[in-house]
């Protein structure tokens, strides 16, 4: 069955650091991966997702996220962390056509300035 | 924009009420799904459908049903609130092919007293 680790509930970075969120999966078939993202009392909001037509994938809000395969990896990154980058971030994974998707923890990013 | 859209965004119940949470979606998407957000937990899955009239439990059923009567509205039923069901509640849609991702209501906080 799939699954979504995200590991770190909590990360800190200084503004202007390099953000990087970690999201392993495990599947017996080939994902397709997404990473979200939640303000404060709202809903998610998709940045990215991963459907196999590129390795590395560009999102909004200048992040990205790298498939790796070797590594059952999609850890999401972005070179420069702004203050409204504050907030909660999901991985989230499926493996087949009509299951739900499959939801890590959630790991919250905050920003010191 | 498409856009899934939940009842109300703050609810108040006393215990041993009946509560109804409305979610409806302009997409004509065929899956709807509810999921439950508590801190430290993720996003845990209730109930979802992939069609008008059809249901599938998810990872936490227990307390709570849904009605798809339509193919844009889903709704949770607790049929008798209790105290351990105060959380958020999202609800989402998506089309039934596995390279798309799902779209997010703004959310449901309900509080039951």
């Known amino acids: 069955a799939q699954s979504v680790t995200q590991l770190g509930s909590h990360v800190s970075v200084s503004e202007g650091a390099l953000v990087l969120l970690r999201c392993n999966y495990s599947?017996?078939?080939?994902?397709?991966l997404f990473w979200y993202v939640q303000y404060p009392n709202q809903g998610l909001q998709l940045l990215l997702k991963y459907t196999s037509a590129a390795t590395l994938v560009k999102g909004i809000n200048g992040f990205e996220a790298e498939f790796k395969k070797s590594e059952t990896s999609f850890h999401l990154t972005k070179p420069s962390a702004h203050m409204s980058d504050a907030a909660e971030y999901f991985c989230a994974g499926v493996a087949q056509g009509n299951t739900p998707l499959v939801f890590g923890k959630g790991t919250r990013l905050s920003v010191i300035a | 924009d498409v856009k899934v859209t939940q009842s109300s965004r703050y609810l108040v119940k006393r215990t041993g009420e009946k509560v109804f949470l409305e979610c409806v979606q302009d997409?004509?998407?065929?899956?709807m799904f509810w999921y439950r957000q508590d801190p430290g937990l993720g996003l845990r899955l209730i109930y979802f459908s992939y069609d008008v009239k059809m249901k599938e439990k998810g990872d936490i059923p227990e307390g709570y049903s849904v009605s798809r009567e339509k193919k844009e509205r889903f709704s949770l039923i607790l049929e008798s609130a209790s105290t351990n069901q105060t959380s958020m509640y999202l609800c989402a849609s998506r089309q039934g092919a596995p390279n798309t991702e799902a779209f997010f209501g703004q959310g449901t906080r309900l509080t039951v007293v």
């Open positions: 599947s017996s078939v080939p994902p397709y």
């Open positions: 997409m004509d998407h065929e899956n």
